[in-house]
Nanobody, 125 residues
Framework: QVQLVESGGGLVQAGGSLRLSCAAS????????MGWFRQAPGKEREFAAA????????YYADSVKGRFTISRDNAKNTVYLQMNSLKPEDTAVYYC??????????????????WGHGTQVTVSS
């Protein structure tokens, strides 16, 4: 079992920044890939960013590319999402997720085995 707990969400003005954290426990953190997804009210949960187990590769949705940065600290069992130049359309509940099949990049929700409970990010205009 893998437990994931997100933190760092909040209310920020457009153009501002937030850093989300996701603390993992249970299994060897570096052996699996991690992702961040988000879900806005009335919309499907969508992919935002992913990172390999060793942190060597990352991948982003076009909507966040150039503004968000995913990273991980395997010594702390934590993955981060640095969000800059935030826009009102970034408002959503943000979820971190882990896939344990391998340590590669995955962008589909169904590929992920474990999910956190989410943290709310609200960007005011």
């Amino acid at each position: 079992q893998v437990q994931l707990v997100e933190s760092g969400g909040g209310l920020v003005q457009a153009g501002g920044s937030l850093r989300l954290s996701c603390a993992a426990s249970g299994r060897t953190f570096s052996s699996y890939g991690m992702g961040w997804f988000r879900q806005a009210p009335g919309k499907e949960r969508e992919f935002a960013a992913a990172i390999t187990g060793n942190g060597g590769r990352t991948y982003y949705a076009d909507s966040v590319k150039g503004r968000f940065t995913i990273s991980r600290d395997n010594a702390k069992n934590t993955v981060y999402l640095q969000m800059n130049s935030l826009k009102p359309e970034d408002t959503a509940v943000y979820y971190c997720a882990a896939h344990t099949a391998d340590w590669g990049i995955r962008i589909l929700r169904d590929n992920y085995d474990y999910w956190g409970h989410g943290t709310q990010v609200t960007v005011s205009s």
